[in-house]
């Protein structure tokens, strides 16, 4: 049953790191805005009674509010995102197409990619495409018609155009990974551009190189452009068309080794972002045509090779393997780059909620600490008069009692004379 060999790999894919953190991430900031519309709530009415929160207060928790709604929003459309780069022809649409497992971007002679086209799930049940900044959908019955579209796509090689696939026909769409296939670097003046627009916000990316031609300039300084602005990028490189090269199997391990020398002193000396004892796990050989005929072959679209090319399942073995690498390095920095920003504000809010919490309560204590000392001081006050007031009744009644005894004392006089 394919759907269930895809649901048991889907569960070890290293992708997961990222679908699972993806899902923590967004339950905690789910539960931490549940936590900012209560203590608005709370507050709201205490700011009623307009004894302890100040109108301040207030408007900085629908600040709180404001700011983790819109984090939700960045989080729900985070995805990890992988850049193709190379000279026209080395195979970059074929390789896109081959880990998508169907033909979904044109290729071959005539379909040069003019623009960036980036491929990414969505939930509709119908492929759509959309160009920068157009919003309209329009749809793509075939890929005949998408490169019709795309060659008459006259907006400039920076723009974008946006393939909208369904996540139901693909396990890398589903797992949030949006790949992005660009013009050739040979033919293109634009790369600072290409760079500034594309690239800043990639976590991987995969030069396509030939394994037929050594790489060249224009490949290395592209990247050499790359790593100036970003610090340290995740580069991959494929050598590409890897079955063409073991049709002559006299040097084939030589000019392997050769390539490999050359892409790891590329990688480690030039560029400096990888060590060397990861390098040689950043270098692949392949062939992406083949490895797109077998996945076409395997889901029914397309008829079985059987006269299989010598070396055929190690190519298809070292592809695959590409692609555990792969997945694992843009499953980690996607996490790292995409979430940790967030789980410091997420932090931070929650922790301005507390203090703000506790300025609230330690405002009612004092209140109540004054209260507490204008009801003593009313008491003593009441307690003195009380005594001034037995005082005054006693000299009273001492006045009266003199008084009586006198008049007693003049009216006996009186009438003893
Ligand atoms: P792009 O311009 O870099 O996107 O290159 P394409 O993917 O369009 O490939 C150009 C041509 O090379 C197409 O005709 C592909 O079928 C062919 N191609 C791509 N990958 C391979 C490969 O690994 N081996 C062979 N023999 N041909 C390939």
């Not at 923590?24 to 004894?51: H, M």
Request: net charge negative.
């Amino acid at each position: 049953d394919p759907s269930s060999a895809l649901a048991a790999s889907n569960s070890t894919s290293p992708l997961q790191i990222f679908v699972r953190a993806k899902k923590k991430i967004n339950d905690i900031f789910q539960e931490i805005e549940e936590y900012v519309v209560e203590t608005g709530n709370f507050i709201a009415a205490l700011s009623k009674d307009g004894v302890l929160v100040t109108e301040k207060e207030v408007v900085t928790m629908d600040g709180y509010f404001n700011k983790v709604s819109g984090i939700k929003e960045v989080l729900a459309r985070d995805h990890m995102k992988v850049a193709f780069f190379g000279r026209t022809s080395n195979g970059k649409s074929s390789v896109i197409n081959a880990m998508l497992g169907d033909k979904i971007l044109p290729s071959g002679i005539g379909h040069t990619t003019n623009c960036f086209l980036q491929v990414e799930g969505d939930e509709s049940n119908e492929p759509f495409l959309t160009t920068e900044g157009n919003a309209e959908r329009q749809s793509v019955s075939g890929i005949g018609q998408l490169a019709h579209a795309l060659c008459n796509n006259r907006l400039g090689d920076s723009s974008l155009v946006t393939i909208h696939w369904p996540k139901t026909r693909c396990q890398l769409l589903r797992d949030d990974v949006v790949l992005v296939d660009s013009p050739g670097i040979d033919v293109s003046e634009s790369l600072d551009e290409w760079i500034d627009k594309h690239c800043l916000d990639a976590d991987v990316f995969v030069l396509v190189s030939n394994a037929e031609s050594t790489l060249m300039n224009t490949e290395k300084n592209f990247f050499h452009k790359v790593s100036q602005r970003l610090s340290k990028p995740n580069i991959f490189i494929l050598q590409n068309r890897w079955d063409v090269a073991a049709s002559e199997p006299e040097y084939l391990t030589e000019v392997r080794q050769q390539h490999m020398e050359r892409a790891v002193g590329f990688l480690c000396e030039e560029l400096k972002v990888v060590a060397p004892q990861e390098a040689e796990q950043r270098v692949f050989f392949v062939s992406a045509k083949e490895v797109l005929q077998q996945r076409l072959a395997d889901s029914g679209h397309q008829a079985q090779v059987t006269a299989l090319p010598e070396g055929f399942s190690s190519r298809i073995f070292e592809f695959k393997d590409f692609e555990r690498r792969f997945e694992e390095c843009i499953s980690k920095t996607a996490v790292v780059t995409k979430f940790d920003q967030h789980a410091q504000r997420g932090r931070a809010i929650a922790n301005e909620l507390q203090e703000l919490l506790l300025h609230i309560q330690q405002s009612a204590g004092q209140e109540r600490e004054q209260k507490l000392q204008q009801q003593r001081t009313l008491k003593q006050r009441l307690h003195q008069v009380t005594q001034q007031l037995d005082t005054a009744t006693h000299v009273i009644k001492d006045n009266i009692q003199r008084i009586v005894h006198d008049i007693d004392r003049k009216v006996s006089a009186a009438l003893n004379e």
